[in-house]
């Protein structure tokens, strides 16, 4: 979460709330922003830029598909994590771009957060 700080327990029910549904952004403003991002990252040298890390609750099954690499693990997404893998494959994929999701925080035994990457580059 922001900064890395626990926070507390409703706040973090009600961030999750938000996250679970869509951003209320339009098709436009989503690319302007990702355009955004990948600009900065492309003028800094970076070949990969996070985009997004998301609890394991924003997944239907909690982020086991992602977590075992299955097919049609996308479609476990929900709210603010579907909607940037969405404008990835709509936009981003037919030019190029890679995308990869990581597990970068583990609570237990489970995968707790994930963290959705763009990979800047051809695919080849």
Same mark, same amino acid.
């Given at each position: ?15 999750? @709330? ?5 951003? %209320?952004?339009? @098709?436009? @403003? ?17 070949? @990969? ?29 929900? %709210? ?27 609570? %237990?035994?489970?995968? %707790? ?12």
């Amino acid at each position: 979460m922001p900064g890395g700080w626990p926070l507390p327990r409703r706040k973090k029910r009600a961030l999750i @709330e938000r996250l679970s549904k869509p951003s %209320g952004l339009t @098709e436009d @403003e989503k690319v302007k922003l990702a355009s955004t991002v990948i600009q900065r990252a492309v003028r800094n040298g970076l070949t @990969e830029v996070q985009v997004y890390r998301f609890p394991n609750s924003l997944c239907t099954d909690n982020g086991r598909a992602i977590n075992q690499q299955e097919p049609g693990w996308e479609k476990t997404l929900t %709210g603010i994590a579907q909607e940037i893998f969405q404008l990835w494959s709509d936009y981003l994929k037919p030019r190029g771009y890679r995308i990869r999701y990581q597990v970068v925080r583990f609570s %237990g035994r489970r995968a %707790g957060r994930y963290r959705h990457c763009y990979r800047l580059g051809r695919l080849t």
